[in-house]
């Protein structure tokens, strides 16, 4: 009964590195790439750029954390004057985690709202 005790209590162990090896880093990207959405709506709401240059920004940035998001997946909106406005930025989307005998995906959403100093 011990020897059995002791497989178990292995096999519970090595069961919980191998699922936290699998579901950690998804999440870790995902503030990676939150922290970096959040850095782009600081520094663009005070920069002369178009709506399809943040998101071409965000995009590469998305492809660095290997974030599967498409370029349509990301939302970008401008709204009110250069410097003075509001930038909104969405990206949205889903990391499939392959566990032995119990698919799961993970929804995330790296979503910020930066207003303009005025």
Same mark, same amino acid.
């Given at each position: 009964?011990?020897?059995?005790?002791?497989?178990?209590?292995?096999?519970?162990?090595?069961?919980?590195? #191998?699922?936290?090896? /699998?579901?950690?880093? $998804? #999440?870790?990207?995902?503030?990676?790439?939150?922290?970096?959405?959040?850095?782009?709506?600081?520094?663009?709401?005070?920069?002369? /750029?178009?709506?399809? +240059?943040?998101?071409?920004?965000?995009? /590469?940035?998305?492809?660095?954390? =290997?974030?599967?998001?498409?370029?349509?997946?990301?939302?970008?909106?401008?709204?009110?004057?250069?410097?003075?406005?509001?930038?909104?930025?969405?990206?949205?989307?889903?990391?499939?985690? +392959?566990?032995?005998?119990? $698919?799961? =995906?993970?929804?995330?959403?790296?979503?910020?709202?930066? /207003?303009?100093?005025?």
């Amino acid at each position: 009964m011990g020897t059995f005790k002791m497989f178990l209590g292995i096999f519970v162990i090595v069961a919980g590195v #191998y699922v936290s090896a /699998k579901v950690i880093p $998804p #999440y870790f990207e995902n503030y990676q790439f939150q922290d970096a959405v959040k850095d782009e709506a600081t520094r663009d709401s005070y920069a002369a /750029k178009s709506e399809a +240059d943040i998101q071409a920004s965000v995009f /590469k940035k998305a492809q660095e954390y =290997d974030i599967p998001i498409t370029l349509d997946g990301i939302h970008v909106e401008h709204q009110g004057n250069q410097f003075s406005g509001t930038i909104i930025i969405r990206a949205p989307y889903v990391v499939h985690v +392959d566990l032995p005998g119990y $698919p799961l =995906d993970l929804h995330f959403d790296a979503s910020t709202l930066n /207003k303009g100093v005025f």
